[in-house]
């Protein structure tokens, strides 16, 4: 078995019944000798994860459950979303 890591997810697209996540890896940037400033890691496409529907709403249903144990143990604080207000010119009819 081999382990693949990933700081994070750049896109997931499903199409076919099949779901294609692009997982992302931070990579480090030689600081530019004319400035005293490093740049940015920028994020690069490491590994394709691609499975059945199915597949993912259960890795996803998972997931939600590691998240909400996570919140009730105090591992994870989760900032409150500001309320939105309603216009016309936002909703839809």
């Known amino acids: 078995m081999n382990d693949i890591f990933a700081d994070g997810i750049a896109n997931v697209a ?3 019944g099949v779901v294609r996540v692009d997982l992302v890896t931070q990579r480090f940037q030689a600081p530019d000798p004319q400035s005293k400033e490093g740049k940015p890691p920028r ?5 394709h994860l691609v ?3 199915p597949g993912f709403l259960n890795a996803l249903a998972l997931m939600e459950q590691v998240r909400a144990q996570l919140i009730k143990d105090g591992a994870i604080q989760v900032k409150p979303q500001p309320a939105t207000v309603e216009t ?3 909703k839809k009819s």
Do not use: I, Q
Request: charged residues 15%.
């Open 14 to 16: 499903v199409g076919n």
């Open 88 to 90: 016309k010119a936002n």
């Open 43 to 47: 994020l690069e496409v490491t590994h």
């Open 51 to 53: 499975m059945p529907l």
